[in-house]
């Protein structure tokens, strides 16, 4: 058995990485030894079976108990594969007492020469958990680590996990030389904003991607039970003479004739942010924004007083929802005085007490754009309501959900900016949005928020790929679209939170939705019976190149 080396350059936890590692090689080799066993092999003192040792094997743990705790996790495993050696080739090893060497060093692997832990000459593979800090979670020193390890001229740095860092770090360290890197990584780095700025430096530098394991959860033995969304991502920097796998899980997997950065089979293409449609559909904006402090936002017993004050004041209060809101049928008000007298809106001591204290929210601010609002505070800071009906996207829905809970709302609503609007979107147009196409979109290019799918205007929408149906073929989209509302009428007291959730979805929403997405997958010319998800983001992405060079 070749040679294997391994080096863990984690912050933390390299221990769990080497020992599982030389486990797993150990217990290969005593399969092999086991399957030869027999006459045609014979032990004499000047063979030795064993070619995995615990030498071969490098890390860095960032304090001195760690490194100990390395070290000694290394030396049980060790003593345990050499009694399973024993017991098969039923001779005697003297492995006792333990003389083997653990290379762990003491260092943060961040600013290390990894060179000084093993030469790269003589190394074949680099494995490691590095940290998972997002950018909002990283310390100073931690930000001023990423800074040096990428170089601060690299766009978009400040938004990048502190984990791309050892990607970085790693590429300086394998070019030209035939190693393989995997990285067990938050999934953040495989989706939203992250995706063009990291991957273009790391395509830059000839990263490869030679197997992927998609999104899964690592549940943490911690007490809280904190969930981490992550993937595996294994690299090199030179062609590598083997398959390239996608695991999709535990049980299912694929060749790939390529691995792009969200982890399909697909061209390295990087969806990036976009002001405009890329297929020329109707524009998306986000809802309005009060820049109130909440001062002009009002919950029941604020209608109720405002009611008993003068029942006219009714005329100034408006329906209020955002995406939690629309999903779980909570209801919430606002002052809408937009169009309204200055002598209507004095008339109400209720009101002038809410605007004035938007004015001086405003005007203490230290935006000068807020503050500039301070001159008209008795309206939204940034209105962008319509006169007509719009298609609502909640920015934020569960992962849990097969399909995102997208409403049509009346313009008598005040849609707030923790949603996304399409005010001239059509029927069709919600179709489309509904369907498992634009869905699947969305989970690949889309960013995260915790586990939740994190929707976004200008990479989501702006970049979809959206189809090309016959004049038939669109009206039989709008036909199962309008089932969906038709199914969701049935059951006016559920709220979209009741009637998307997987366990209690009704058959009559999930058969019009089944109908939707084959009536959408039909217009791509998808084969709504045999195409996976990863397929249909693929060739999405496919699309998505052509249009954007187009």
Same mark, same amino acid.
């Given at each position: ?16 990485? *080497? ?26 003192? /000047?063979?030795? %079976? ?109 938004? *990048? ?18 190693? *393989? ?74 060749? /790939? ?9 697909? %061209? ?37 007083? +405002? ?30 005085? /937009? ?80 949603? +996304? ?68 009428? +049935?059951?006016?007291? /559920? ?56």
């Amino acid at each position: 058995m070749e040679n294997f080396f391994s080096i863990n350059l984690t912050s933390e936890g390299s221990g769990n990485f *080497l020992t599982e590692t030389y486990l797993s090689l150990r217990r290969l080799e005593n399969k092999v030894i086991a399957a030869l066993r027999g006459p045609q092999i014979v032990y004499g003192d /000047a063979i030795n %079976p064993i070619m995995v040792s615990i030498g071969q094997f490098y890390g860095i743990e960032i304090n001195d108990f760690a490194v100990t705790v390395a070290r000694t996790a290394l030396w049980i495993a060790e003593s345990q594969m050499m009694s399973e050696t024993v017991e098969l080739i039923h001779t005697d090893l003297d492995f006792l007492p333990l003389t083997s060497n653990a290379n762990i060093v003491e260092g943060n692997a961040l600013r290390m020469d990894w060179n000084d832990v093993v030469p790269k000459t003589e190394l074949s593979y680099i494995m490691g958990n590095p940290p998972f800090i997002g950018k909002k979670e990283q310390t100073k020193t931690q930000k001023d680590e990423l800074l040096d390890v990428f170089g601060k001229k690299l766009p978009g740095i400040g938004n *990048l996990d502190y984990v791309t860092a050892w990607y970085r770090k790693a590429v300086d360290y394998i070019q030209n030389k035939s190693i *393989l890197v995997a990285f067990v990584s938050t999934n953040s780095i495989t989706q939203g904003e992250q995706v063009p700025i990291f991957w273009s430096e790391m395509l830059r530098l000839n990263v490869i991607i030679q197997f992927a394991y998609q999104s899964f959860v690592w549940n943490s033995e911690a007490t809280d039970k904190a969930h981490v969304h992550c993937v595996i991502i294994g690299f090199s920097c030179t062609p590598m003479n083997r398959s390239k796998i996608i695991y999709i899980n535990e049980i299912q997997s694929y060749v /790939a004739n390529n691995i792009n950065p969200y982890l399909v089979d697909a %061209p390295n293409i990087l969806v990036k942010s976009r002001l405009n449609s890329l297929s020329n559909v109707a524009p998306i904006y986000y809802g309005s924004m009060p820049i109130d402090n909440g001062h002009l936002i009002l919950d029941e017993n604020d209608v109720n007083t +405002l009611l008993q004050e003068n029942p006219e004041n009714a005329k100034f209060i408006k329906p209020y929802a955002g995406g939690y809101e629309l999903i779980n049928n909570k209801k919430r008000w606002c002052l809408w005085l /937009a169009g309204f007298n200055p002598d209507e809106i004095r008339a109400s001591k209720f009101v002038m007490d809410r605007v004035n204290k938007t004015y001086e929210f405003r005007k203490a601010s230290n935006r000068k754009q807020t503050n500039e609002l301070a001159k008209t505070p008795y309206l939204f800071g940034e209105i962008r309501q319509p006169d007509s009906k719009m298609i609502v996207i909640p920015k934020v829905s569960s992962e849990r959900r097969k399909y995102i809970p997208i409403s049509i709302v009346s313009p008598t609503t005040i849609v707030n900016g923790s949603a +996304l609007i399409i005010p001239s979107g059509t029927i069709f147009d919600f179709g489309i949005l509904m369907s498992n196409v634009h869905v699947s979109w969305m989970k690949y290019v889309g960013g995260r928020m915790k586990s939740d799918y994190q929707y976004s205007g200008s990479i989501v929408y702006n970049n979809f790929p959206w189809p090309q149906p016959t004049a038939k073929q669109q009206e039989k989209i709008a036909e199962t679209a309008q089932a969906i509302l038709d199914a969701r009428e +049935l059951y006016p007291n /559920a709220s979209l939170a009741d009637l998307y959730d997987e366990l209690t979805m009704p058959p009559e929403l999930r058969k019009a939705h089944q109908d939707n997405d084959r009536a959408v997958m039909e217009a791509y010319g998808f084969n709504w019976r045999t195409m996976t998800e990863s397929e249909c983001v693929a060739e999405l992405m496919k699309m998505y190149q052509y249009l954007s060079k187009a």
